[in-house]
């Protein structure tokens, strides 16, 4: 009886190499966000969540006015890999005095 045994080049002892799951991208990127927009001089020190789903950057919370707003959509943007930029950043309240 002959039985046939594959050599170790024909792949059969070859393990798959892996494959990233989304979710590491996603994490990639949130973190590559999070750094950029605390090393900015403009969103340091702004209340902003990063979220990432699908390569989709999704920006939250308050800052304190539009031109920080727009810096940090454009922070986003410029990293590599994302897909597109959900900017659901706030403005904070501006206190007016009352006449």
């Given at each position: 009886?002959?039985?046939?045994?594959?050599?170790?080049?024909?792949?059969a002892?070859?393990?798959?190499?892996?494959?990233p799951?989304?979710?590491?991208?996603?994490?990639?990127?949130?973190?590559?966000?999070?750094?950029?927009?605390?090393?900015?001089?403009?969103?340091?020190?702004?209340?902003?969540?990063?979220?990432?789903?699908?390569?989709?950057?999704?920006?939250?919370?308050?800052?304190?006015?539009?031109?920080?707003?727009?810096?940090?959509?454009?922070?986003?943007?410029?990293?590599?890999g994302?897909?597109?930029?959900?900017?659901?950043?706030?403005?904070?309240?501006?206190?007016?005095?009352?006449?």
């Amino acid at each position: 009886m002959l039985i046939p045994w594959p050599y170790p080049d024909e792949g059969a002892f070859r393990p798959e190499p892996p494959v990233p799951s989304p979710d590491d991208e996603d994490g990639r990127l949130a973190a590559l966000v999070a750094q950029r927009l605390s090393s900015d001089w403009t969103t340091r020190r702004q209340q902003i969540v990063v979220t990432v789903q699908n390569r989709v950057v999704i920006l939250a919370g308050i800052v304190t006015g539009p031109e920080t707003r727009r810096v940090a959509g454009e922070i986003a943007w410029d990293v590599r890999g994302v897909a597109d930029v959900c900017n659901a950043l706030r403005l904070a309240a501006s206190r007016r005095p009352r006449h």
